[in-house]
């Protein structure tokens, strides 16, 4: 303490023999929980003491300083041999530590995240990393105060430890921490995301007590998100298009590539990525803070929010897995070609795993029968079956693994219009223990081969899917015209249906109606 008193009393001194028109400072604020601004005509030491308490330094043109107590603040500035000072009287504050009634904005700085990466060096072993910008770390940088990290425990849980923050360094139990909207993160800054709009405090904490309110130095932050190439927002896997299209043979593999591996740390599953590995007839992208596996028929995407490369290698802890099957498709005698899609939402990645879709004309007697039980109370019943897509999974188990199914079954338009309308459309599930499902289903476009898309959600995963017209009384709930657009499978929560224009969209519709072109989605109903 006497060694920061004396260098105080130095640079007042030495103020005292300098020019004053050789540096010139302004100062503005002077409320307890609201930030001092201090500026200065070129690049500056500062030395901030509360009541001739500890002293906090700082550096750069324009700095902030927010007082936690009233009294006297002592301010100096020292550049080029110049040394200026001034003292303000900080008086009481309206509400406290973060400004209120509109102070808030004015307590935190605005720091502009754009999408992608920053590079980080650790001081302790002079490893380069890079860190997605949207992280507390990434705050931190955009905010133009020098920093360093420690990388000792990378390897173990992936963090880079900050040391010290403009020159202040930890030592012993007092160091620098860091919260995000009032909450202390259980990670590292370097994989702590941010969104548009959050509150990142670091501050000096002389124990484990300390807060931002109570702490003599600390730096307030508000994360606003600029743009970038790749804003990484996006998180499923409707946003990409696979480059392999749709599966070559029945069965597709859906496990780990060569080059990317998991294993679990601290009770969380983390990711990696040797972005140098060789990928023969598939590839892997590490594209903001996703990790996309493509292959024929299959599209993963795997979220994370805190990737990070090191020497080659990308990691990142696992938040969520989604997978789009696009089999192969098949062909049924007097029907013509069937197909489908499935989006799978995985509780993870397996190691080894594949998924193998077939085709048939119709159910075995048991099943149908029980279809038929089924629908009896709704004096229902089946008139035709489209088809049927058996789905096997080697590797993978229903509920433990697949966490949720939903299928998508396209047939032609004639089938449809032959066989009661749209209205008319099931697609039914039988799982492995003979239990079935009338799902939910609802026509959602129609692909680039004019076939008809049937949607339907699965909340018990895969097993047997069959696509069948119902009897009359299956007609009769609620109704939604023609969609317009011919895609490869529209989402109802993208691309609402809509009336068919004329031309080759309006011959199909013009058909349906004659069948009962109604559409069954009882849930928007």
Same mark, same amino acid.
């Given at each position: 303490?006497?060694?920061?008193?004396?260098?105080?009393?130095?640079?007042?001194?030495?103020?005292?023999?300098?020019?004053?028109?050789?540096? %010139?400072?302004?100062?503005?604020?002077?409320?307890?929980?609201?930030?001092?601004?201090?500026?200065?005509?070129?690049?500056?030491?500062?030395?901030?003491?509360?009541?001739?308490?500890?002293?906090?330094?700082?550096?750069?043109?324009?700095?902030?300083?927010?007082?936690?107590?009233?009294?006297?603040?002592?301010?100096?500035?020292?550049?080029?041999?110049?040394?200026?000072?001034?003292?303000?009287?900080?008086?009481?504050?309206?509400?406290?530590?973060?400004?209120?009634?509109?102070?808030?904005?004015?307590?935190?700085?605005?720091?502009?995240?754009?999408?992608?990466?920053?590079?980080?060096?650790?001081?302790?072993?002079?490893?380069?990393?890079?860190?997605?910008?949207?992280?507390?770390?990434?705050?931190?940088?955009? %905010?133009?105060?020098?920093?360093?990290?420690?990388?000792?425990?990378?390897?173990?849980?992936?963090?880079?430890?900050?040391?010290?923050?403009?020159?202040?360094?930890?030592?012993?139990?007092?160091?620098?921490?860091?919260?995000?909207?009032?909450?202390?993160? %259980?990670?590292?800054?370097?994989?702590?995301?941010?969104?548009?709009?959050?509150?990142?405090?670091?501050?000096?904490?002389?124990?484990?007590?300390? /807060?931002?309110?109570?702490?003599?130095? &600390?730096?307030?932050?508000?994360?606003?998100?600029?743009?970038?190439?790749?804003?990484?927002?996006?998180?499923?896997?409707?946003?990409?298009?696979?480059?392999?299209?749709?599966?070559?043979?029945?069965?597709?593999?859906?496990?780990?590539?060569?080059?990317?591996?998991?294993?679990?740390?601290?009770?969380?599953?983390?990711?990696?990525?040797?972005?140098?590995?060789? $990928?023969?007839?598939?590839?892997?992208?590490?594209?903001?803070?996703?990790?996309?596996?493509? *292959?024929?028929?299959?599209?993963?995407?795997?979220?994370?929010?805190?990737?990070?490369? *090191?020497?080659?290698?990308?990691?990142?802890?696992?938040?969520?897995?989604?997978? *789009?099957?696009?089999?192969?498709?098949?062909?049924?005698?007097?029907?013509?070609?069937?197909?489908?899609?499935?989006?799978?939402?995985?509780?993870?990645?397996?190691?080894?795993?594949?998924?193998?879709?077939?085709?048939?004309?119709?159910?075995? /007697?048991?099943?149908? %029968?029980?279809?038929?039980?089924?629908?009896?109370?709704?004096?229902?019943?089946?008139?035709?079956?489209?088809?049927?897509?058996?789905?096997?999974?080697?590797?993978?188990?229903?509920?433990?693994?697949?966490?949720?199914?939903?299928?998508?079954?396209?047939?032609?338009?004639?089938?449809?219009?032959? $066989?009661?309308?749209?209205?008319?459309?099931?697609?039914? $599930?039988?799982?492995?223990?003979?239990?079935?499902?009338?799902?939910?289903?609802?026509?959602?476009?129609?692909?680039?081969?004019?076939?008809?898309?049937?949607?339907?959600?699965?909340?018990?995963?895969?097993?047997?899917? &069959?696509?069948?017209?119902?009897?009359?009384?299956?007609?009769?709930?609620?109704?939604?015209?023609?969609?317009?657009?011919?895609?490869?499978?529209?989402?109802?929560?993208?691309? &609402?249906?809509?009336?068919?224009?004329?031309?080759?969209?309006?011959?199909?519709?013009?058909?349906?109606?004659?069948?009962?072109?109604?559409?069954?989605? *009882?849930?928007?109903?």
């Amino acid at each position: 303490m006497h060694r920061f008193l004396t260098l105080l009393c130095l640079l007042c001194a030495a103020a005292c023999t300098m020019p004053a028109a050789a540096l %010139s400072m302004d100062v503005s604020g002077n409320t307890a929980g609201s930030p001092v601004i201090v500026t200065c005509d070129q690049e500056a030491f500062f030395v901030f003491q509360e009541n001739s308490g500890t002293p906090v330094f700082a550096q750069g043109t324009t700095v902030r300083y927010v007082p936690h107590t009233t009294g006297a603040l002592s301010i100096a500035a020292t550049a080029g041999g110049a040394t200026v000072a001034e003292s303000v009287a900080i008086s009481a504050g309206g509400s406290g530590g973060n400004g209120g009634d509109g102070g808030e904005d004015e307590t935190y700085q605005d720091v502009v995240l754009p999408a992608g990466n920053v590079t980080v060096t650790a001081a302790n072993s002079g490893t380069t990393y890079t860190v997605n910008r949207r992280t507390a770390l990434g705050a931190l940088d955009a %905010s133009g105060v020098s920093y360093t990290v420690d990388d000792g425990w990378y390897d173990q849980y992936g963090t880079l430890y900050i040391t010290a923050i403009n020159g202040r360094t930890n030592e012993g139990a007092s160091g620098w921490m860091y919260q995000v909207n009032g909450v202390s993160p %259980s990670v590292g800054a370097n994989v702590k995301t941010v969104q548009n709009g959050d509150r990142v405090v670091f501050y000096w904490s002389e124990s484990m007590s300390s /807060t931002p309110a109570t702490s003599d130095n &600390a730096i307030w932050l508000k994360v606003v998100y600029g743009s970038g190439s790749d804003s990484g927002d996006a998180d499923t896997t409707a946003d990409y298009a696979n480059a392999f299209g749709p599966a070559t043979a029945a069965t597709i593999p859906v496990g780990l590539p060569e080059g990317v591996t998991t294993a679990v740390v601290g009770g969380k599953t983390r990711i990696s990525v040797n972005l140098n590995a060789a $990928h023969d007839g598939e590839r892997v992208t590490v594209k903001g803070d996703r990790i996309i596996i493509e *292959r024929p028929g299959l599209l993963l995407t795997v979220m994370t929010g805190d990737i990070t490369e *090191r020497d080659g290698i990308a990691t990142g802890f696992i938040r969520s897995v989604t997978a *789009r099957l696009t089999p192969i498709p098949g062909a049924i005698s007097g029907i013509g070609e069937v197909g489908g899609t499935l989006d799978l939402s995985l509780n993870g990645i397996p190691a080894l795993g594949d998924i193998t879709v077939t085709y048939a004309p119709d159910l075995s /007697t048991e099943e149908r %029968s029980a279809i038929f039980a089924l629908c009896a109370p709704e004096r229902a019943t089946v008139t035709c079956t489209a088809c049927v897509m058996n789905v096997g999974m080697n590797g993978l188990v229903n509920e433990e693994d697949i966490a949720s199914a939903t299928v998508r079954m396209t047939i032609s338009p004639a089938w449809v219009e032959a $066989h009661g309308g749209a209205g008319a459309v099931r697609i039914v $599930h039988i799982a492995d223990d003979g239990t079935v499902e009338i799902l939910e289903t609802g026509m959602v476009g129609i692909d680039e081969k004019g076939n008809l898309i049937f949607e339907a959600l699965s909340p018990n995963g895969l097993s047997i899917f &069959a696509m069948v017209s119902l009897g009359d009384a299956a007609r009769s709930a609620s109704t939604t015209p023609m969609p317009t657009t011919a895609a490869t499978g529209i989402s109802p929560s993208t691309t &609402a249906p809509a009336q068919a224009p004329l031309g080759w969209a309006a011959a199909i519709a013009g058909a349906l109606i004659g069948g009962g072109i109604c559409l069954n989605r *009882r849930k928007e109903g």
